[in-house]
């Protein structure tokens, strides 16, 4: 089972629509993130949460909100998607307090018509 | 802001050579480097990072080389095989801050 799940995996809806993203993890991690990828674009931080009492906005914030329901639970939401926010969504955990790496989601495909 | 960059988008090369993807940062405050795998429908995949303290790093078949004169990152892949094909990410870091994610190199393994 993959450590960082992601729901739902592709998503196509219309310009307009409120949209969530889930993600849940089970390695215990404290830090959670969103990240936007775009083809021939790096992956771009919407939104990270450092614990269940903290959010904070990434490079590309706008038109995204976050919720941390728990520590395993981060969601990702377009309460008014437009088709510019098509892209692969990724959710990633990482430990606190060290440098080290980010462990990815399988990614969540989104297509706004 | 300063940001991750990568001199080739793509690079072919033949079963059983040796490859090499390069990354260009420019934030010379960087002091923690990771190069990721991301193949089709999946997410990326930690390969191997390495410190500002550091110059050389190897792992299973790969070895990273940092050169902080010129800012340059690298990724050499020994022997490569077709599983070896996908998308590859540089990523840098200071510390206390988020990484910063280079545009990807899509390496294809020709049989």
């Known amino acids: 089972d993959a450590d960082v799940t992601q729901t739902p995996r592709n998503r196509i809806t219309k310009t307009g629509k409120r949209i969530m993203l889930e993600c849940s993890q089970t390695?215990?991690?404290?830090?959670m993130y969103w990240y936007r990828q775009d083809p021939g674009l790096g992956l771009r931080l919407i939104y990270y949460s450092f614990d269940v009492k903290d959010i904070n906005k990434g490079e590309i914030s706008d038109g995204y909100s976050v919720s941390r329901q728990a520590q395993a639970k981060f969601s990702l939401s377009l309460e008014s998607a437009i088709p510019n926010q098509t892209a692969l969504y990724f959710c990633a955990t990482s430990v606190e307090g060290v440098d080290g790496e980010l462990f990815f989601g399988e990614g969540s495909r989104l297509t706004v018509l | 802001g300063e940001s991750v960059g990568l001199h080739l988008p793509t690079l072919s090369v033949q079963e059983g050579d040796n490859s090499i993807i390069n990354c260009a940062y420019s934030n010379s405050a960087s002091d923690y480097f990771i190069w990721y795998k991301q193949e089709s429908g999946k997410g990326p995949q930690f390969i191997i990072d390495?410190?500002?303290?550091?110059d050389k790093r190897q792992g299973q078949r790969v070895t990273v080389l940092l050169n902080k004169t010129v800012k340059h990152l690298s990724l050499q892949i020994a022997a490569t095989q077709p599983g070896d094909s996908a998308v590859y990410f540089c990523?840098?870091?200071?510390?206390?801050?988020?990484?910063?994610f280079g545009p990807g190199t899509r390496l294809s393994v020709l049989p």
């Open positions: 390495i410190r500002s303290n550091m």
């Open positions: 990523a840098e870091k200071i510390h206390g801050q988020n990484f910063v």
């Open positions: 390695k215990g991690h404290d830090r």
